[in-house]
């Protein structure tokens, strides 16, 4: 994800980025939920609004383009927040094949942050979006596609493990300098598929930074969903795990469609 977002999927911040917004196309599967009173960073999201069926492991190649149609609409976020689309990221029409950019073994963990949420990590196609409040808060959306279920999986545990080297570092996005770290815990099955929560936090100039993000490997891409606030609480009103688990869906009827 470069306002408040990017910053924040990619490096922290609510307030520098916004990762990307791109309205989707087709049926939205809508369940967002109920608002739900600010707390401490990281509170615990809404809970999802119903329950998650099975969804098959994503499959097929799908362009970046393609996949910017998976990327849930406005209608599905809380009032209040608002796709960005001056920052949207896609890998764009075609198919891409190069090694990774940013090798998960061995990059550092500023460069990771500034860049997840972008290309460069050894996708085939990738996409992704966010939708920005009105006082320094975002919910962010990504997906990672790759030419195999295990390239998917190795992405997932790749951030596990880069995530361990980085209990203290310090980041600088847009002229904004900060102190973060990452740590990592199992997350919840997601349409029966494992996840990974992966959380971000520090200080950006001086303001608190929280950027609470999910990830699931499902067939041959990484889905994930994160809710961010600067100098104020992640916001939660929508639940991760409903971001997720709807990326995962609209992917299944995008994959049947275009293959």
Not at 60 to 87: E, H, I, R, W
């Amino acid at each position: 994800m470069s306002s408040v977002s990017r910053v924040v999927i990619g490096l922290a911040a609510v307030a520098v980025v916004a990762v990307t917004g791109c309205s989707a196309k087709g049926t939205p599967y809508q369940t967002p939920s109920s608002a739900a009173p600010s707390s401490a960073a990281p509170a615990p999201s809404a809970a999802p609004t119903a329950p998650m069926a099975s969804v098959p492991a994503a499959s097929g190649q799908l362009t970046g383009t393609q996949l910017q149609t998976v990327l849930l609409p406005q209608s599905f976020f809380p009032a209040g927040f608002t796709l960005s689309q001056s920052s949207e990221v896609s890998s764009g029409d075609t198919l891409a094949s190069a090694p990774a950019q940013y090798d998960l073994a061995t990059t550092d963990c500023a460069t990771f942050v500034n860049h997840f949420g972008n290309t460069g990590f050894g996708e085939t196609a990738m996409a992704s979006g966010s939708a920005v409040g009105q006082s320094e808060q975002a919910f962010d959306q990504v997906v990672y596609q790759f030419g195999s279920p295990g390239a998917a999986t190795a992405f997932v545990s790749g951030i596990t493990s880069l995530a361990s080297r980085c209990g203290s570092f310090t980041a600088t996005d847009n002229g904004a300098k900060g102190t973060f770290s990452l740590r990592t815990a199992a997350g919840p099955a997601l349409g029966g598929h494992p996840s990974l929560e992966l959380v971000q936090s520090g200080k950006l100039n001086g303001s608190p930074l929280t950027l609470d993000t999910l990830l699931s490997a499902s067939g041959v891409d990484v889905f994930a969903g994160a809710a961010v606030g600067l100098g104020v609480s992640a916001p939660v009103s929508l639940a991760k795990e409903t971001i997720v688990y709807n990326l995962m869906k609209r992917q299944a009827a995008a994959a049947v469609l275009g293959g």
